[in-house]
């Protein structure tokens, strides 16, 4: 059974900063791995989703990479701003038509 | 292009009512998911459809049962509610096909109570 943590459970930071948010699960096995963005009491947007050949994944200042082998997974915010604030879930899949396995996620705080 | 909807978007219902929920899959997609999300939580698997035939389930009780259309949209119907069903609903869409990637799209939600 896949399960996922994700550290820090909370950050807070000031504005400008960059950022690690760090996703780790049990099963290497998996097809692709999804970031997500949750406002409060909103439904999940997705970032970045990395299919398992690959290493990396970029889209504006956020860039996230995939350790297979090792089961880790890391997402990056370069510059952060208020608007970052959110918090961010990574979910692994373990095949093609299956599902996605949620940690609890990372609940960012960044202050102007 | 139309993204995933879900209505309602809140409800309050009494312990022992039945509620149904339900989703429109983003244009095009053929699978649909549906996640249960408790506050401070993850989400967790409900079940999968498929071309209207469920695909997988998680550790939810039979009174948790679905249903997916010809043209993709989907329903969650819970019976016998319970308080511990007060959570956060969310629907998924994504497309199934040979050569992936199987990116998942989530609509905003169903905030149900259970009172």
């Known amino acids: 059974k896949q399960e996922v943590t994700q550290i820090p459970a909370a950050l807070s930071v000031p504005e400008g900063e960059n950022l690690v948010l760090n996703c780790s699960f049990t099963?290497?096995?998996?097809?692709?791995l999804q970031w997500f963005r949750q406002d409060p009491g909103k439904g999940l947007t997705s970032l970045l989703l990395?299919?398992?050949?690959?290493r990396e994944q970029t889209s504006g200042r956020l860039n996230a990479s995939l350790d297979k082998s090792s089961g880790r997974s890391t997402l990056y915010i370069a510059a952060s701003q208020p608007g970052d604030s959110a918090t961010y879930l990574c979910?692994?899949?373990?095949?093609?038509?299956?599902?996605?396995?949620f940690g609890k996620g990372t609940m960012l705080l960044v202050s102007p | 292009e139309t993204g995933v909807t879900q209505s309602p978007t809140h409800l309050i219902k009494t312990r022992g009512q039945q509620v149904t929920l339900r989703c429109s899959s983003q244009?095009?997609?053929?699978?649909v998911s549906w996640y249960q999300q408790a506050l401070g939580q993850g989400p967790q698997f409900i079940f999968q459809?498929?071309?209207?035939?469920?695909?997988g389930r998680g550790n939810f009780p039979p009174r948790f049962s679905g249903l997916q259309f010809p043209n993709y949209s989907s329903e969650l119907n819970v019976n016998a509610l319970e308080l511990d069903d007060s959570a956060l609903y969310l629907c998924?869409?994504?497309?199934?096909?040979?050569?992936?990637?199987?990116?998942?799209?989530f609509g905003p939600g169903t905030r149900l109570t259970v009172t």
């Open positions: 099963d290497s096995a998996i097809y692709n």
């Open positions: 998924a869409s994504s497309l199934a096909e040979l050569e992936g990637p199987y990116e998942q799209y």
């Open positions: 459809y498929y071309r209207e035939e469920e695909n």
């Open positions: 244009s095009g997609h053929n699978t």
């Open positions: 979910a692994p899949t373990n095949s093609g038509y299956s599902t996605l396995t």
């Open positions: 990395i299919q398992s050949s690959q």
